[in-house]
């Protein structure tokens, strides 16, 4: 039973929300718990107070309390994605295996002169020329997995912070690395293997820990250094980086590609491919990189050129592990378009900083509450009785909160929410 309400709760969706108690008074706890139920369990908006409705709670509980608790109650977003990021690792990644995260951005539009930190970014669904919307600008930090239940690499989202311009925080670069080094503190001895895309490559990477990696998508106009070379012995300062390598075209009519075979999308496929080690200084410092030159569709050059610092993986995982950057990108489609991330009309700076994180985390426990004890292998055959059409449908979907109006998979996707009002 939810402490202080009368909506009951099962007892494996406690289970998991008890591992975020430390991080909030007793009040605040009851509160967080309330919020969080009837976020996974709104059919609607999910604004704060239809949270409040979607727990049942907006009789026995003002709409204050529900308001306190993004803007003025002790908890910080940082620590609730850390927690959930923990809770990710510990359940659903094997011990001792690298921690493999991806990271993107996303705009949430928003509307008024007064919310906090929103303002005109770049939006690649925007209409019009300009490509611009006005709104706040999320990066978000996802935990890639693996689950039996679905046969392609899942994205967990765990982290989100704002994009604030006239601070630090507007760089989006300076805002993942920093997520990226707290979520290494966070994992003691795990190594973190960060993803993303080009956009996330710059002079703000020099230095990364020695447990963090980070591959991303190589610009063409790349500035790319050998090797240092030996020490001569003679007086002087020793040259950090050797010569200007040539273009990426030029390296690629020089280098003898190989066939790889690479599991991405779902799909097996072999493409020919070639890796080169050498120094992006500008970017990566001192810290040597291994270029991969894909060659997929073309007969010469190349088609798709990464970049990585991680120096103990083969050509195909490399691949492979671009490939799964995708996964964020349905993550974050789903948080937007099906659990209504972002639709609380906050204003003032701690609840705009606050709310998102919030229904970051609850995606996450969604998550972990289906693949733990929500997933049964007969979800799948009662859809496919009920909608024979879907015969190629072999799993749910990456979000399994899905309502029965946005389901696309499988019966599986909108049990967990259901089961918050059907199971005591």
């Known amino acids: 039973m939810l402490p202080g309400a009368t909506l009951p709760a099962p007892a494996s969706l406690m289970t998991l929300l008890a591992a975020f108690s430390p991080l909030f008074t007793a009040p605040s706890f009851r509160t967080f718990c309330g919020l969080a139920c009837g976020y996974l369990a709104q059919p609607g908006r999910r604004t704060v107070c239809g949270m409040l409705a979607g727990a049942g709670l907006s009789r026995l509980w003002p709409h204050d309390r529900a308001h306190y608790f993004f803007a003025r109650a002790r908890w910080k977003p940082d620590e609730l994605g850390l927690a959930a990021a923990r809770l990710v690792v510990s359940l659903l990644v094997p011990a001792g295996e690298p921690v493999a995260v991806v990271i993107d951005d996303t705009l949430l539009k928003r509307r008024g002169k007064k919310v906090w930190a929103a303002s005109w970014f770049h939006d690649g669904s925007a209409m019009g020329p300009a490509r611009t919307a006005y709104g706040d600008n999320w990066v978000v930090l996802a935990v890639i997995v693996r689950l039996p239940l679905v046969s392609r690499p899942v994205a967990v989202p765990v982290m989100a912070k704002l994009v604030i311009k006239g601070s630090n925080s507007r760089s989006r670069l300076w805002l993942a690395r920093r997520m990226a080094e707290m979520l290494a503190g966070a994992l003691p001895g795990r190594a973190i293997r960060v993803t993303a895309d080009s956009a996330y490559a710059g002079g703000e990477l020099k230095g990364l820990p020695a447990g963090v990696t980070w591959t991303t998508r190589l610009r063409k106009d790349a500035a790319l250094h050998g090797l240092p070379p030996q020490r001569t012995g003679k007086k002087g300062r020793p040259r950090v980086k050797g010569d200007r390598l040539p273009s990426l075209a030029r390296l690629a009519a020089a280098t003898a590609f190989s066939q790889v075979t690479v599991t991405r999308y779902g799909k097996e496929a072999t493409i020919q491919a070639a890796a080169i080690t050498c120094l992006w200084h500008s970017v990566f410092g001192s810290r040597p990189v291994t270029v991969v030159l894909v060659r997929d569709k073309s007969a010469s050059g190349f088609d798709l050129a990464l970049v990585t610092t991680d120096a103990t993986v083969t050509i195909a995982q490399v691949v492979e592990r671009y490939a799964a950057r995708w996964a964020i990108e349905v993550a974050i489609e789903d948080a937007k378009q099906v659990l209504g991330c972002g639709q609380a009309r906050n204003r003032v700076a701690a609840a705009v900083e ?67 009002c059907r199971y005591g």
């Open 354 to 420: 606050r709310t998102v994180p919030f229904q970051i985390a609850c995606q996450a426990i969604a998550t972990l509450w289906y693949a733990t004890a929500g997933h049964d292998p007969a979800d799948v055959e009662d859809r496919r009785t009920a909608a024979p059409w879907y015969s190629s449908k072999a799993g749910p979907s990456a979000w399994p909160g899905q309502t029965p109006q946005h389901n696309r998979e499988s019966r599986a996707n909108w049990i967990i929410c259901t089961r918050i």
